[in-house]
């Protein structure tokens, strides 16, 4: 068995670092996190791969149709050219025409992020640039959301064919991961705020499911049921609940305020106390 020649290896190092600036670049993870050294060592060797992860990140196809904030952009492209610079070699055209290009893009109050699944595919999401904005913190992804969603794909055996309410489901990002992931039967989204309620449809129909408007909802079709549903933890009735009918229920970050843990305590008493005959709910 001949053993890899170099340049072998150097492509599958750049390829795996590549994989990982496209998948941190398009979820807009922290800049400062980004492997930077890795690809300053890469660019030491060959200064040129620099347009290769520019490929994969500001012009990737996902990117293009569904940018993250014009601000993460700047960003990125000024260290992505700062880390080009260093090297010495000739000004790349293509990089300073995306900067110029993101310079006036000009700023919006939505941006997106998308996670990439490890199929490849991505779970998209708009949302909101500010962290608190229209009175609520539940128009931005947070990282409790993401855990979940990884911890799901880990376990997705315990998701397939469930009936499962979220609470507090903010954009979608935990739901849409599972939906797409983890084939349950039914997955019942729900928030109480109006604003998140409209970005979390919005955010489902953007990554190719249909809304369901009854819970009930029985078709039997080989994709999951999702609907979206206004849930407040305080007023629900056991009525409301019985007719979700979930046999799993899940939530992530909703606890953050001491407020909040009496009304997420009554609304799973509710949930366990009104449970169908001979279902068990987790």
Request: with cysteine; charged share 25%; proline share 5%.
């Amino acid at each position: 068995r001949m053993e890899p020649s170099s340049d072998e290896v150097m492509d599958a190092v750049q390829a795996g670092l590549c994989d990982t600036f496209q998948r941190d670049f398009l979820c807009c993870r922290r800049i400062g996190s980004l492997p930077w050294k890795d690809l300053e060592h890469q660019l030491s060797i060959r200064p040129s791969f620099v347009l290769r992860i520019l490929e994969q990140t500001i012009n990737h196809p996902v990117s293009q149709k569904y940018p993250p904030s014009s601000q993460y952009r700047r960003l990125f492209l000024s260290e992505l050219i700062k880390k080009h610079e260093r090297t010495g070699a000739e000004p790349l055209d293509d990089i300073y025409t995306a900067f110029a290009e993101v310079l006036n893009s000009g700023d919006n109050t939505l941006c997106y992020k998308s996670y990439c699944l490890p199929t490849g595919d991505p779970v998209t999401l708009a949302e909101n640039v500010a962290i608190i904005s229209e009175g609520t913190t539940g128009l931005v992804t947070w990282e409790a959301a993401l855990f979940l969603a990884e911890w799901a794909i880990e376990n997705n055996g315990l998701f397939n064919n469930r009936t499962i309410l979220e609470l507090g489901s903010g954009i979608g990002l935990s739901g849409l991961v599972i939906c797409r992931s983890c084939s349950p039967r039914r997955y019942t989204f729900s928030d109480s705020h109006q604003k998140v309620l409209q970005q979390l449809k919005e955010n489902v129909l953007l990554n190719g499911f249909m809304l369901s408007e009854e819970p009930s909802d029985t078709r039997k079709t080989p994709t999951t049921i999702v609907s979206v549903t206004e849930l407040d933890w305080e007023s629900v009735t056991e009525q409301e609940l019985v007719a979700l009918d979930a046999d799993l229920v899940i939530a992530s970050d909703v606890v953050y305020d001491p407020d909040i843990l009496a009304s997420f305590s009554k609304v799973v008493k509710k949930l366990f106390c009104c449970t169908k005959a001979g279902n068990k709910l987790e």
